[in-house]
T-cell receptor
Framework: DAGVIQSPRHEVTEMGQEVTLRCKPI?????LFWYRQTMMRGLELLIY????????DSGMPEDRFSAKMPNASFSTLKIQPSEPRDSAVYFC??????????????FGEGSWLTVV | AQSVTQPDIHITVSEGASLELRCNYS??????LFWYVQSPGQGLQLLLK????DTLVQGIKGFEAEFKRSQSSFNLRKPSVHWSDAAEYFC???????????WGAGTKLIIKP
């Protein structure tokens, strides 16, 4: 089982540049989550998808952030333009809504973003 | 309001000593409860979970947790910690009706040699 795969693992970019983070969920999982983790705010849910459809994006901080899930095996989180305060670790996670599995969420290893 | 409280921001224990990390929750429905661990520079890994049944659950790496409904608690324990247990530990609560989790702020575990 490959687990949730995220890329890039680390990115350093200049303020104003576009950043695209990528995620491949675990095969067969029908929920996908994007989280952001910072020292100040801890772990925040940005958006989640069910069967490729965005269900709740209330955690997306502002219009500079957007997320897509064009198919069951791929999602992107885009920041345009990026700002230094976007520096954080961005986690993708997935979950299978099978009876009895509850809502165990499996995390990727994160994309460590630094905006300078 | 739904919330998860981990009252200890960090805890320091000696290697070989026992450990208990506290987690209290406020949740309207029957909760699903989780403990995750995050090693430095890594993602979050599931340690254990409680859905129903026996209130004492066993997890990976020798951890266990006990669900106490009367105290709204789900404390994590380990009888003897190892230096490799140094990490941040997160408690989370969810419901069967949706797939979001409410997260605690985390407890950082420091191991003294």
């Amino acid at each position: 089982d490959a687990g949730v795969i995220q890329s890039p693992r680390h990115e350093v970019t200049e303020m104003g540049q576009e950043v695209t983070l990528r995620c491949k969920p675990i095969s067969g999982h029908d929920y996908l989550f994007w989280y952001r983790q910072t020292m100040m705010r801890g772990l925040e849910l940005l958006i989640y998808f069910n069967n490729n459809v965005p269900i709740d994006d209330s955690g997306m901080p502002e219009d500079r952030f957007s997320a897509k899930m064009p198919n069951a095996s791929f999602s992107t989180l885009k920041i345009q333009p990026s700002e230094p305060r976007d520096s954080a670790v961005y986690f993708c996670a997935s979950n299978a809504a099978r009876q009895g599995s509850g809502n165990t969420i499996y995390f990727g290893e994160g994309s460590w973003l630094t905006v300078v | 309001a739904q919330s998860v409280t981990q009252p200890d921001i960090h805890i320091t224990v000696s290697e070989g000593a026992s450990l208990e990390l506290r987690c209290n929750y406020s949740y309207g429905a029957t909760p699903y409860l989780f403990w995750y661990v995050q090693s430095p520079g890594q993602g979050l890994q599931l340690l254990l979970k409680y859905f129903s049944g026996d209130t004492l659950v066993q997890g990976i790496k020798g951890f266990e947790a006990e669900f106490k409904r009367s105290q709204s608690s789900f404390n994590l324990r380990k009888p003897s910690v190892h230096w490799s247990d140094a990490a941040e530990y997160f408690c989370a609560v969810g419901a069967s009706s949706n797939y979001q989790l409410i997260w605690g702020a985390g407890t950082k575990l420091i191991i003294k040699p």
